[in-house]
Nanobody
Framework: QVQLVESGGGLVQAGGSLRLSCAAS????????MAWYRQAPGKQRELVAA???????NYDDSVKDRFTISRDNAKNTVYLQMNSLKPEDTGVYYC?????????????????????WGQGTQVTVSS
């Protein structure tokens, strides 16, 4: 079963740092684009940062110069280093990835791209 498993959330004071990890597991050939989203209470889910398989990244303006997204292609893992955290960064952080998965049909293995979400990890920043 293919899944994304996140870790690293928690409670931190304003100005502190956290590092989130998201590992893809299962019958995977590779990971294409990977991203982090967050959802604050009462708000819609929003894109925080994204990274391509080649390492190109983009960020929401609210986190530029504070957050860094990176990945380890050998481990199919994406990270989010969050520095100078603010109370408004509080929310549930979700990992999202386009994965090339292996499927078996009619005696042959195929690869196809599918999009997956992690279960979410809570980040709480106190003032």
């Amino acid at each position: 079963q293919v899944q994304l498993v996140e870790s690293g959330g928690g409670l931190v004071q304003a100005g502190g740092s956290l590092r989130l990890s998201c590992a893809a597991s299962g019958s995977i050939f590779s990971a294409n684009a990977m991203a982090w989203y967050r959802q604050a209470p009462g708000k819609q889910r929003e894109l925080v940062a994204a990274i391509t398989s080649g390492g190109s990244s983009n960020y929401d303006d609210s986190v530029k110069d504070r957050f860094t997204i990176s990945r380890d292609n050998a481990k199919n893992t994406v990270y989010l280093q969050m520095n100078s955290l603010k109370p408004e960064d509080t929310g549930v952080y979700y990992c999202n990835a386009d994965l090339m998965i292996r499927t078996y049909y009619g005696g042959t293995y195929y690869s196809r791209e599918m999009n997956y979400w992690g279960q979410g990890t809570q980040v709480t920043v106190s003032s």
